[in-house]
């Protein structure tokens, strides 16, 4: 059933159009989900267009998980503009293009039908207002989150079993001073491990990890994206990366919560693989464990016996500033 029947059984109260909010959701930025959003919009934009009793207000697109409400910037300006009145009826593809978590369906259903906004799923056919909706939404949306938690299990397990294979290339994955050979194997990139080299010497110099970025953008050198600008957080990968003595962990940190995408440091809760000597090192093990042990002493957080952690009155500050 499409809108403009559905409008039929539902007139809108005074005014008399709905001004139509349409949302639309895909998971990524790729090439296939652009063109299925293009698809989803077209057909939602001309099921409005031929109904009498509505009118494209605007369309809310965005792209991102459905996993969680959370940071999605467009949904948060459709219920901003439905607050405001300005959007009367919110049209949608489907439950699973609104959110895969059951409970932020409804929670957002709920709160849209406090400002007596009704929402209606296009494939499910459901009217947000009608009786029942709200088991019918509960049950099409367990379906939609039970699907995407087997895909994730179905993904884990797929990761896991490739990890257990030595020859697998999920070790080959290459990082900055790194080549892909034709065989996939990785190789050493020699201009780029020229810097990682001058990153390890300066900090065993003294320099602290602002003092590097000043040093590596005032000659000029770029990132692995080309850029002219080091963020902090690249070279302090950098320094703690197994890779350049020729080492490959995976699952240094992990997802512990479905649907929860935050990973955490993994300290035993989840199996760890770990390949020594896989490929060609870059850096020595001497400098790299110099390196590790230099780090701790510079860190102002002073860890205790009994697990506790405490701030140092001072912070590392490198002479090299």
């Given at each position: 059933m499409t809108i403009v029947k559905k409008l039929k059984q539902h007139p809108p109260l005074p005014p008399s159009r709905y001004e139509v909010g349409i949302y639309c959701r895909v998971s990524t930025a790729s090439k296939t989900q652009v063109v299925s959003a293009g698809h989803q919009l077209s057909g939602l934009i001309a099921d409005v267009a031929h109904s009498q009793q509505a009118r494209l207000y605007d369309v809310y697109l965005d792209v991102q998980s459905g996993r969680t409400s959370d940071n999605r910037k467009n949904l948060m300006r459709l219920l901003d503009d439905c607050r405001a009145g300005r959007v009367t009826l919110v049209y949608t593809k489907?439950?699973?293009r609104f959110a895969r978590n059951t409970v932020d369906v409804l929670t957002i259903v709920r709160e849209l039908k406090k400002m007596n906004v009704p929402v209606y799923f296009e494939n499910e056919q459901l009217y947000s207002f009608d009786k029942e909706a709200e088991l019918a939404i509960s049950l099409h949306g367990a379906i939609a989150q039970g699907e995407s938690e087997n895909k994730s299990e179905n993904i884990k397990w797929s990761l896991d079993k490739a990890a257990q294979n030595p020859d697998a290339?999920?070790?080959?994955?290459?990082?900055?001073g790194y080549s892909n050979a034709e065989?996939?194997?990785l190789v050493i990139n020699e201009l780029e491990a020229e810097v990682?080299?001058?990153v390890f010497q300066l900090y065993l110099d003294g320099y602290s990890v602002g003092g590097i970025k000043k040093?590596?953008?005032?000659?000029?050198?770029?990132?692995?994206?080309?850029?002219?600008?080091?963020?902090?957080?690249?070279?302090?990968?950098?320094?703690?990366n197994e890779k350049y003595i020729g080492d490959v962990i995976?699952?240094?940190?992990?997802?512990?919560n479905f649907p929860e995408k935050k990973r955490i440091p993994n300290n035993g809760e989840h199996q760890k693989y770990i390949q020594k000597d896989h490929h060609p090192a870059?850096?020595?093990r001497e400098t790299f464990r110099a390196v590790q042990e230099m780090r701790e002493s510079r860190s102002n957080i002073e860890r205790h016996a009994d697990g506790t952690a405490t701030r140092k009155a001072r912070r590392y500050t490198g002479k090299k500033e």
């Amino acid at each position: 059933m499409t809108i403009v029947k559905k409008l039929k059984q539902h007139p809108p109260l005074p005014p008399s159009r709905y001004e139509v909010g349409i949302y639309c959701r895909v998971s990524t930025a790729s090439k296939t989900q652009v063109v299925s959003a293009g698809h989803q919009l077209s057909g939602l934009i001309a099921d409005v267009a031929h109904s009498q009793q509505a009118r494209l207000y605007d369309v809310y697109l965005d792209v991102q998980s459905g996993r969680t409400s959370d940071n999605r910037k467009n949904l948060m300006r459709l219920l901003d503009d439905c607050r405001a009145g300005r959007v009367t009826l919110v049209y949608t593809k489907s439950i699973s293009r609104f959110a895969r978590n059951t409970v932020d369906v409804l929670t957002i259903v709920r709160e849209l039908k406090k400002m007596n906004v009704p929402v209606y799923f296009e494939n499910e056919q459901l009217y947000s207002f009608d009786k029942e909706a709200e088991l019918a939404i509960s049950l099409h949306g367990a379906i939609a989150q039970g699907e995407s938690e087997n895909k994730s299990e179905n993904i884990k397990w797929s990761l896991d079993k490739a990890a257990q294979n030595p020859d697998a290339q999920i070790y080959n994955r290459k990082c900055y001073g790194y080549s892909n050979a034709e065989d996939g194997s990785l190789v050493i990139n020699e201009l780029e491990a020229e810097v990682i080299r001058q990153v390890f010497q300066l900090y065993l110099d003294g320099y602290s990890v602002g003092g590097i970025k000043k040093y590596l953008e005032g000659n000029g050198i770029l990132t692995s994206r080309g850029k002219m600008i080091w963020s902090k957080r690249s070279i302090e990968t950098i320094l703690t990366n197994e890779k350049y003595i020729g080492d490959v962990i995976l699952y240094k940190t992990f997802s512990p919560n479905f649907p929860e995408k935050k990973r955490i440091p993994n300290n035993g809760e989840h199996q760890k693989y770990i390949q020594k000597d896989h490929h060609p090192a870059i850096i020595s093990r001497e400098t790299f464990r110099a390196v590790q042990e230099m780090r701790e002493s510079r860190s102002n957080i002073e860890r205790h016996a009994d697990g506790t952690a405490t701030r140092k009155a001072r912070r590392y500050t490198g002479k090299k500033e």
